[in-house]
Every structure is written in structure tokens, then in C-alpha cells.
């Protein structure tokens, strides 16, 4: 398995372009998440996904859109980037059940810088 | 509603010593609690968790978590740190009370072992 995915690694924006980062994984979860991570404010939930079709926003979202067409794939979209969103993104997946207590598998990360 | 908080930025300890990272957490129900460890340029690694059962939790690299239910809280702890577990450190919670789907992360603690 290769677990959780992201493309790509890095990606400098100028403000106003647009852009998605790509998140892929092959373990049949039915959970996915975008977060961002930022010096001093730890992991902040961008949305999430509880299933193909279902998306829901997290604690920042805005500036941000997702679709989950798939179970396998969760992209996050940047309408029009500002340097605010200069960040680390990671994507994250689970699977739920009582047995599992839902422990997440993270991507390697996408770093953006927005100039 | 959710919410964890690390008290410490940053724990420095010596190789050979005991190291304790401290958590302590809020939720109406009852909690899921995890650590996960970050490595420079890495994503997040799963590393313990508590669902039910035995207060004391042992997960990867010899780490394990006391679950105190009177207290609120699920410190971290090693008996003896090495240098290579000088990484970040997240303490994750998610309430198992109020369909939270997706589990609430800390702002992180930077352990740094010295040699």
C-alpha cells in the first residue's frame, strides 16, 4: 500500500492563481481531511469528507474548496490564493468503527508559499 | 464541543532521563485520545491511542500515555529518551458524544533531547 499521497511536495502561487492539491489514498477509508500547519497554531481542520459525495467544513475553510467524487481521492482547491494561505497542507484518511477509534494516516505534506 | 491543549511548547530533556509531554482535554462524552510524532519535513505518525480499558496505553518506540479521567489528561511519557525522538508531538482528541467525526489536534510540543 501507499498509504496517503499528496501532490505536489511544493508549489510557490503568485496572489490571485488558483491551484488544487491532490490527495489520494488506496486503504478503502471512508474519512478524509485537509489540514494546515502553521508555526505556533499546530494542525487547524481546513473540511472533511465522511464518505464519497459527503463534505463538510472544518475550522477554516474559508478560501478553500473540496469534492470527494471517490473514495479514494480528496482534492483541495485554492480559488484565488492569497498569501495568508502560505502554509503546510496535509491530507489525512481514516477508517470509522469502535475498534479502530479512528486513528489517521497523514500524506507526506504539500508546502505552498503564496508571494 | 472538543478541545485539547499542550501547556508546554517545549520540553527539553536529557538523553538517558525520563521525559514526560503533558496533555489535557475537553469533551462532554467520553474521549478518544491520541499522540502522534512529527519528524522535520515529515507528516504526522500515529503513535498511541486510548479508546477504553487500561489507563496505562503503550505504543511505538517504547512511548506510552497515562489516561487520567479525574484530571483530564493523557501525558506522554518514555522512561529513558534518546536523541532520536527529538521530534514534535501532537495530542489529538475526539469526543465520542455529539457525532465529531474528525479529532481535534494541539498546537504541538517540541521535545529536544540532549546528548
Known amino acids: 500500500?501507499?498509504?496517503?499521497?499528496?501532490?505536489?511536495?511544493?508549489?510557490?502561487?503568485?496572489?490571485?492563481?488558483?491551484?488544487t492539491l491532490q490527495c489520494a489514498q488506496d486503504m478503502?477509508?471512508?474519512?478524509?481531511?485537509?489540514?494546515?500547519?502553521?508555526?505556533?497554531?499546530?494542525?487547524?481542520?481546513?473540511?472533511?469528507?465522511?464518505?464519497?459525495?459527503?463534505?463538510?467544513?472544518?475550522?477554516?475553510?474559508?478560501?478553500?474548496?473540496?469534492s470527494r467524487s471517490t473514495t479514494e481521492d480528496f482534492p483541495l482547491r485554492l480559488l484565488s490564493a492569497a498569501p495568508s494561505q502560505t502554509s503546510v497542507y496535509f491530507c489525512a484518511s481514516s477508517r470509522p468503527g469502535q475498534a479502530e477509534g479512528h486513528e489517521q494516516y497523514f500524506g507526506p505534506g504539500t508546502r505552498l508559499t503564496v508571494t | 464541543a472538543q478541545s485539547v491543549a499542550q501547556p508546554e511548547d517545549q520540553v527539553n530533556v536529557a538523553e538517558g532521563n525520563p521525559l514526560t509531554v503533558k496533555c489535557t482535554y475537553s469533551v462532554s462524552g467520553n474521549p478518544y485520545l491520541f499522540w502522534y510524532v512529527q519528524y522535520p519535513n515529515r507528516g504526522?505518525?500515529?503513535?498511541?491511542?486510548?479508546?477504553?480499558?487500561?489507563?496505562?496505553?503503550?505504543?511505538s518506540y517504547g512511548f506510552e500515555a497515562e489516561f487520567n479521567k479525574s484530571q483530564t489528561s493523557f501525558h506522554l511519557k518514555k522512561p529513558s529518551a534518546l536523541v532520536s525522538d527529538s521530534a514534535l508531538y501532537f495530542c489529538a482528541v475526539r469526543d465520542m458524544k455529539g457525532g465529531s467525526y474528525i479529532p481535534t489536534f494541539g498546537r504541538g510540543t517540541s521535545l529536544i533531547v540532549h546528548p
Open chain 1, 1 to 19: 500500500n501507499a498509504g496517503v499521497t499528496q501532490t505536489p511536495k511544493f508549489q510557490v502561487l503568485k496572489t490571485g492563481q488558483s491551484m
Open chain 1, 28 to 66: 478503502n477509508h471512508e474519512y478524509m481531511s485537509w489540514y494546515r500547519q502553521d508555526p505556533g497554531m499546530g494542525l487547524r481542520l481546513i473540511h472533511y469528507s465522511v464518505g464519497a459525495g459527503i463534505t463538510d467544513q472544518g475550522e477554516v475553510p474559508n478560501g478553500y474548496n473540496v
Open chain 2, 44 to 59: 504526522l505518525q500515529f503513535l498511541l491511542k486510548y479508546i477504553t480499558g487500561d489507563n496505562l496505553v503503550k505504543g
